[in-house]
C-alpha cells in the first residue's frame, strides 16, 4: 500500500521560503510511469495544483507559481520536496503531496499539512 | 489552459435519492476524474479515466460523459456520502486543473 506523509514547518514568516517534504512508502519515486505532485487548498476552498516532477526529475508548475516554486526528488531517501519562495499571506493553505498515476488521475494523497505565513 | 465548471454548487438530498453532478471543461478532454472530500481530511479518488471506479469504491459510484460533459452519479445516497466532491482533469499545459467543487449536504 503506498502511502505518503508531509512534513515541515507550520509556520512561516513572509518573504521566507516554504519547505516541505514528502516521504513516500510502499513504492519507489525513481520507478517510472508516475508523477509526484504538490496541490494546496486555502482554507475553505478548491484545489490548486502547484506541480509535479517525474522519475527523471522533469518537472513542470502552475504559471502563477512558477517563479517561486522548485519541485525535485530525492530518491536516495525515497522523498520530494517543494520550496516556494517569498512567502506573503496568501500562501496560507493545506499543502497536499500526491502521486499522480498513469492516465493522470492522483491517487493516493498526503494527510496535508498546514503551512501558515506569519510574522 | 482548460478550465473545469461544476454545478450545482450545493446539491441538497436525503439519504437513499439519487445524486447527479456536473463537470462541463472549457475544451475537450480525455482525462478527467472525480474525487470526494470530507471536512478535516484530504481528497480521495472515486472515478478515473472518465468512468472507472477506483480500487474499493462502492458502485453506487458512477462516472460517464465524454468530451466536454462529464457526470458523477451516486444511485444512492448513503450518510458518508455527503462531503465536497471535485472534478480534475489533465492536458498538459500546463498540466492538472480541478474544478471548482460541489457541495452534496443533507436536506
Known amino acids: 500500500q503506498v502511502q505518503l506523509q508531509e512534513s515541515g514547518p507550520g509556520l512561516v514568516q513572509p518573504l521566507q521560503t516554504l519547505s516541505l517534504t514528502c516521504t513516500v512508502s510502499g513504492a519507489s519515486i525513481g520507478s517510472g510511469g508516475y508523477f509526484w505532485i504538490w496541490i494546496r487548498q486555502l482554507p475553505g476552498k478548491g484545489l490548486e495544483w502547484i506541480g509535479h516532477?517525474?522519475?527523471?526529475?522533469?518537472?513542470k508548475y502552475t504559471p502563477s507559481l512558477k517563479s517561486r516554486v522548485v519541485i525535485s526528488l530525492d530518491t536516495s531517501k525515497n522523498h520530494f520536496s517543494m520550496s516556494l519562495s517569498s512567502v506573503t499571506a496568501a500562501d496560507t493553505a493545506f499543502y497536499y503531496c500526491?502521486?499522480?498515476?498513469?492516465?493522470?488521475?492522483?491517487?493516493?494523497w498526503g494527510q496535508g499539512a498546514l503551512v501558515t505565513v506569519s510574522s | 489552459e482548460i478550465v473545469l465548471t461544476q454545478s450545482p454548487g450545493t446539491l441538497s438530498l436525503s439519504p437513499g435519492e439519487r445524486a447527479t453532478l456536473s463537470c462541463r471543461a472549457s475544451?475537450?478532454?480525455?482525462?478527467l476524474a472525480w474525487y470526494q472530500q470530507k471536512p478535516g481530511h484530504a481528497p480521495r479518488l472515486l472515478i478515473h479515466a472518465i468512468s472507472s471506479r477506483a480500487t474499493g469504491i462502492p458502485d453506487r459510484f458512477s462516472g460517464s460523459g465524454s468530451g466536454t460533459d462529464f457526470t458523477l452519479t451516486i444511485s444512492r445516497l448513503e450518510p458518508e456520502d455527503f462531503a465536497v466532491y471535485y472534478c480534475q482533469q489533465y492536458d498538459g499545459s500546463p498540466a492538472f486543473t480541478f474544478g471548482p467543487g460541489t457541495t452534496v449536504d443533507i436536506k
Open positions: 500526491a502521486r499522480g498515476r498513469p492516465g493522470f488521475s492522483v491517487d493516493p
Open positions: 475544451q475537450s478532454t480525455r482525462y
Open positions: 516532477t517525474g522519475s527523471s526529475g522533469d518537472s
